[in-house]
């Protein structure tokens, strides 16, 4: 399967890690939106939101249950955004599941 983002976990391309374990990895945004702007993905192949069911749905939980642990290193105390696009409207544009963490500045209110 041609997946920038498997490619990546494979370490076929490199990435700027900040987190890593068995079922996950976490790495910064090549084109960062906010002063921190770090990426978590799962290690299997899920294509977006749309694509998380009952038998995948475990590492789901896993990403979330990590998340505030990369916050914490990354130094967001004052809080952050997280955001997944899903599909064309929503400009998803790597089709494997993500999820963004943003912040390290005061943001918009506006979500879209
Ligand atoms: P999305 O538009 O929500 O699908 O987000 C995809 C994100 O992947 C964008 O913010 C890109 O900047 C980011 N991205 C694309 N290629 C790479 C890469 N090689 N390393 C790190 N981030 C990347």
Do not use: W
């Amino acid at each position: 399967m041609d997946c920038l983002f498997c490619a990546i976990i494979n370490g076929d391309i490199p990435s700027n890690k900040v987190y890593e374990d068995d079922k996950i990895l976490a790495f910064r945004d090549i084109n960062p939106q906010a002063p921190v702007h770090v990426l978590v993905i799962p290690k299997t192949h899920i294509p977006s939101v749309d694509g998380i069911n009952e038998e995948n749905s475990s590492v789901i939980a896993h990403i979330f249950e990590t998340i505030p642990k990369i916050a914490k290193s990354e130094g967001l105390t004052s809080g952050y955004r997280v955001v997944s696009n899903c599909g064309d409207h929503a400009c998803q544009s790597v089709k494997h599941l993500h999820f963004h963490i943003l912040g390290g500045s005061q943001m918009l209110d506006r979500m879209a």
